[in-house]
């Protein structure tokens, strides 16, 4: 099956670095990227939606300045946390679509646990 | 807006029980309806999708869900789990005019031998 590569799996910051996260479809053209973070016990929380070659669309309350977002090619999207806080430490994880609706051929990476210190 | 409730965080069972996984949730709009499973270090895989018609769904791994549109329930079952159906289970919703993914916080489903 289609295969969404995440990496790194866990990264460990100091406050004020910046964090990029890469999600790579290693078989297939993904048009749409999405990411989502994660808190613990909590659901998974959709942050943006980018597309290949154009502006990430953030969800509300997602700061789009902090967490930048760039689809540069069909198979690569990263996430970059900029100067990261303890509150920012979370899962995030993307997904890669393979055409059609979000839901019918979704992919996912394993996810990023990321951890500000 | 939607929600999604996932009752049980951990659901303990031994291996060959059946098994139930409850999933409801809330909408002002029609929805489509998943469940993902996540082994360790891997990411989330649809189990099986309840998009129209018979509202009994079976998917992957011999599970099944049936859609109750009066309750807004969405339950996972399987009559009989292996260890190897230990994991973590999503239910979601998507709903008709967007194109977005909701997800509940997940059960975890741990099987003993």
């Known amino acids: 099956g289609a295969v969404v590569s995440q990496h790194p799996s866990r990264v460990i910051c100091k406050s004020g670095t910046s964090v990029k996260i890469e999600c790579r479809s290693l078989?297939?053209?993904?048009?749409?990227m999405f990411w989502y973070r994660q808190f613990p016990k909590q659901s998974l929380m959709l942050m943006a939606t980018?597309?290949?070659?154009?502006?990430?669309?953030?969800e509300q309350g997602v700061e789009k300045d902090k967490f930048l977002i760039n689809h540069a090619s069909l198979t690569l999207s990263t996430l970059t946390v900029t100067s990261a806080h303890p509150e920012d430490s979370s899962f995030y994880i993307c997904?890669?679509?393979?055409?059609?609706?979000?839901?019918?051929?979704?992919?996912f990476g394993s996810g990023t646990q990321l951890s500000v210190l | 807006a939607q929600s999604v409730t996932q009752l049980d965080s951990q659901v303990p069972v031994f291996e060959e029980a059946p098994v139930e996984l409850r999933c409801n949730y809330s909408?002002?709009?029609?929805?489509?309806l998943f469940w993902y499973v996540q082994y360790p270090n891997q990411g989330l895989q649809l189990l099986l999708k309840?998009?129209?018609?018979?509202?009994l769904v079976k998917g992957i791994n011999g599970f099944e869900a049936e859609f109750n549109k009066s309750q807004t329930s969405f339950h996972l079952r399987k009559p009989s789990v292996h260890i190897s159906d230990t994991a973590e289970y999503f239910c979601?919703?998507?709903?008709?005019?967007?194109?977005?993914?909701?997800f509940g916080t997940g059960t975890r489903l741990q099987v003993f031998p």
């Open positions: 997904s890669a679509r393979a055409g059609g609706r979000a839901y019918e051929k979704l992919f």
């Open positions: 078989d297939f053209q993904a048009t749409t």
């Open positions: 980018s597309n290949e070659g154009s502006k990430a669309t953030y």
């Open positions: 909408s002002s709009v029609s929805v489509y």
């Open positions: 309840y998009l129209s018609g018979s509202t």
């Open positions: 979601a919703v998507a709903p008709y005019n967007t194109d977005k993914l909701i």
